[in-house]
């Protein structure tokens, strides 16, 4: 009997050239250089910490108190929030009375003038009168409006002729839809009207009173049977609106106001006409209080000011100081030195003591090596970026709530800035990796890196430039990526500085990381391209 | 071995390597092209009032300018620590602070004539472009100037600046010997505090931190109109950037003292 006798043997490794093999390899030596994790580690501490201080904002502003409308202990200043949650301008002449059920109610408006203040007058003059001439804001609006009451932040919905936009429906201060465009004249007058059912308010518009348009229609929960219905003006708050030459956007500002003029006041449905009251809705320390209203025969003069509108964040936020989530990742930047002088020594560092030839003779694929590197560097940064963007977050959040006020967001777009700053702190990981196998000296790379993607954005927002070039600053240049960032609202419904100085980027969040993501693409291409034709 | 052959072997040391004169020239160049597109990008519309410090904006490319000096400040010492040159230096020259102050005085000298030249270039640009922008004399804008004392100021004392950065940058990368983490330090020193000042919703703390900043705080030597508002006055700011580079330069000088190399 002969048995096949199998001879021991070691069983054979499995081959050391798969990617998986590689990115072991890069990792083991990512984690085992004590100053690469420190280096990381420092980045997310930066980060958190400048966050917190950003949030901090100065505690010692509550002591001193230079701003308007902070409330006691509390620093932080008391906005009106809407129904929405955000903070609002809730304020304007309303010519109304308690209705009760479903019904309508029709108007005729046959005209919108208004008077602005004089705001080329030396600003040292103010606290005296101010000098009114003849015009209009933009965003003088007058017409109908159904209102859960007269409480400053109730939730309402409106039908109204606005100076320069057309006929708008507008509801719980940030929906604005557009109705007829065009001017109105005493000879093209606008018809409006708002019809109530149940929770459910629908506007339309006529040019004629006969032929209607419906414009939009929204529910407003929990709509008391008896609502407050009728006419209203409202004229926002004019601010000389500077660029922002050298930073600071010192504005004057004052009240203006509008009248408008309307005829064929109608009720119907379940709705009978009682006697109407004027009276001046919201009295904050930023309503001006301007409002009258005189009625003869069937014709209604109603004079306003003040806003129905959103509050947009930004310096001129009023009430004290303000803040976005977006200002508690303040320490991106500093976690961000830091991974990039990371970033590029994983590569440099190969190459100034000789490594890079025992890397590239045990995996010969030399682009595999970069992309194994790449994405080692990637998901650490990634995962730093991670933890130091939601700390920095959720800690500076409750620290900056008792100092100062900050802008709610929903946790959509909570969510987004915290994993789109991981993801831009990632992403120029990578892009100094890149460029430092393009340059292979760390000096110059860590300095392409961090003049590439800061310099462009304090150019753009803390420097002389005006908000244009600024703008073109941070679509162009890496420095876009830090559209991601942004959480602040820009409404078209509310004329204010939307400059990126104020937290307003040229471009979507995505969009912007998406530049970003373009250069680093290009430059980690060019490595590829340089490390397979250059000798190592 | 004194003080001359200490400069004359550091003289030969950065003439005889490519990289120093490569950054000279693209510290010239590329300042003057950074200051002249800011200039481009700015322009004055007719009958508006435009708050522009036309000295300050032409003068903007030393943002740029100082990250180009640092690095050659880096370069001078921390290309000695990773090429091991660092110990025949020192024993050829066993007087270390000798072999630091003749690094200083030669770098500084080289920021002093790039900076000069990149200067005078920003300043030409300005007084080139800005006219075509709606920045006329009849309109209260001066052709920019360097015969005029403010503007000579600005221009001057941006050439200071940048040799006390170049001064900042070597006593740093002195302390920390590694060339991609002294370089994250200097810009991350110079760039953050305009960027957190900017967030900082306490009018205070603000300007405190604009006060300290060595880029913020030396800039103001930039600034020739509306001086009132500055956060610091311009030589006071310049003398804060002194302070930082001196202090740096102690602490590197110590270092290299007391560590052994």
């Excluded at chain 1, 590029?344 to 194994?372: D, H, K, M, N, Q």
């Excluded at chain 2, 030249?117 to 472009?129: E, Q």
Aim: charged share 10%; proline share 5%.
């Amino acid at each position: 009997m002969t048995a096949t006798v199998t001879p021991a043997r070691t069983p054979r490794p499995a081959g050391r050239d798969g990617f998986a093999q590689l990115l072991r390899a890069e990792w083991t030596k990512f984690r085992t250089v004590r100053g690469w994790v420190i280096g990381a580690v420092v980045a997310v501490l930066l980060t958190v910490g400048l966050g917190l201080f950003a949030g901090a904002g100065g505690s010692s502003s509550c002591a001193s108190g230079n701003g308007p409308a902070r409330s006691g202990a509390a620093c932080a200043p008391s906005l009106t929030t809407g129904p929405g949650g955000g903070p609002v301008t809730d304020s304007f002449y309303f010519v109304r009375q308690p209705l009760a059920g479903n019904g309508s109610i029709t108007v005729r408006m046959t005209s919108l003038t208004g008077e602005l203040p004089d705001l080329t007058a030396n600003p040292a003059n103010q606290g005296l009168q101010i000098p009114m001439r003849a015009g209009l804001m933009s965003w003088a609006k007058a017409g109908l409006i159904i209102k859960d009451g007269t409480s400053e932040g109730s939730a309402y919905a409106a039908m109204m002729v606005t100076a320069d936009h057309g006929v708008r429906m507008q509801a719980d201060y940030t929906q604005d839809t557009p109705g007829l465009p065009g001017a109105l004249s005493a000879s093209d007058p606008r018809w409006l009207r708002l019809t109530r059912s149940g929770d459910t308010i629908t506007g339309y518009d006529s040019a004629d009173g006969t032929h209607w348009t419906q414009v939009g229609s929204t529910r407003l929960a929990g709509l008391p049977t008896t609502a407050q219905v009728g006419l209203f003006t409202a004229s926002p708050i004019d601010a000389v609106i500077t660029e922002t030459f050298g930073g600071g956007n010192n504005g004057n500002e004052a009240p203006s106001q509008a009248t408008a003029v309307f005829d064929h006041l109608g009720l119907a449905g379940s709705w009978t006409a009682g006697a109407w009251s004027g009276d001046y809705v919201g009295g904050g320390n930023y309503a001006p209080g301007i409002g009258s209203y005189h009625q003869a025969g069937g014709q209604f003069t109603v004079t306003g000011s003040g806003d129905i509108a959103p509050i947009p964040s930004g310096p001129s936020a009023p009430g004290g100081p303000s803040i976005t989530i977006t200002n508690l990742l303040i320490g991106t930047f500093a976690g961000l030195i830091a991974l990039i002088v990371v970033a590029t020594l994983f590569i440099t560092a190969e190459y100034r003591r000789g490594l890079i030839r025992v890397t590239l003779a045990a995996s010969p694929r030399r682009g595999r090596v970069l992309g194994a590197k790449a994405v080692v560097i990637g998901s650490a940064s990634f995962v730093a970026g991670l933890v130091a963007a939601a700390a920095a977050v959720i800690v500076g959040k409750s620290i900056a709530r008792r100092r100062q006020y900050v802008f709610p967001v929903s946790w959509a777009t909570e969510l987004r800035v915290v994993v789109g700053t991981a993801a831009l702190i990632a992403v120029v990981a990578v892009l100094a990796l890149a460029v430092g196998a393009m340059m292979r000296r760390s000096a110059a790379a860590v300095t392409t890196v961090i003049v590439a993607i800061v310099l462009p954005y304090i150019l753009a927002v803390a420097s002389i430039l005006p908000a244009g070039a600024g703008d073109w600053l941070l679509r162009l240049t890496p420095a876009a990526g830090f559209a991601v960032q942004q959480a602040a609202t820009a409404y078209p419904q509310v004329q204010a500085l939307y400059t990126p100085n104020g937290g307003y980027y040229p471009l979507a969040p995505w969009a912007g990381l998406a530049v970003l993501a373009g250069f680093a693409a290009l430059a980690l291409a060019a490595a590829v391209l340089l490390l397979g034709r250059r000798d190592a | 071995m004194n003080m001359s052959h200490a400069l004359r072997a550091e003289w030969t040391k950065l003439r005889t390597v490519a990289g120093p004169a490569w950054l000279l020239a693209a510290l010239v160049t590329l300042t003057v092209a950074v200051s002249a597109l800011a200039t481009a990008a700015v322009s004055c519309p007719s009958a508006t009032a435009c708050p522009v410090d036309e000295a300050k904006l032409s003068l903007t490319g030393v943002q740029f300018g100082q990250a180009i000096v640092a690095v050659l400040a880096v370069l001078a010492i921390t290309g000695e620590y990773s090429t091991g040159m660092i110990r025949v230096t020192l024993t050829a020259m066993p007087r270390r602070t000798t072999v630091l102050a003749a690094k200083a005085g030669l770098l500084a000298a080289l920021a002093l004539a790039a900076g000069a030249l990149a200067a005078a270039g920003s300043v030409l640009a300005g007084r080139l472009i800005l006219p075509g922008h709606g920045f006329t004399p009849d309109r209260g804008f001066a052709l920019l100037s360097l015969a005029n004392a403010t503007m000579l100021r600005a221009a001057g004392g941006s050439v200071l600046y940048l040799a006390l950065i170049a001064l900042l940058s070597l006593g740093i990368s002195t302390m920390v010997r590694d060339s991609a983490v002294a370089i994250g330090i200097i810009l991350a020193l110079l760039y953050l505090f305009p960027i957190v000042a900017n967030v900082v919703t306490n009018e205070q703390w603000h300007r405190h931190l604009e006060q300290i900043g060595p880029m913020t705080a030396g800039l103001a030597i930039q600034a020739t109109t509306d001086l009132s508002s500055l956060p610091i006055s311009p030589w006071a700011g310049l003398g804060v950037l002194a302070a930082w580079a001196a202090g740096a330069m102690l602490a590197g000088g110590l270092v290299l003292r007391l560590r052994d190399a």
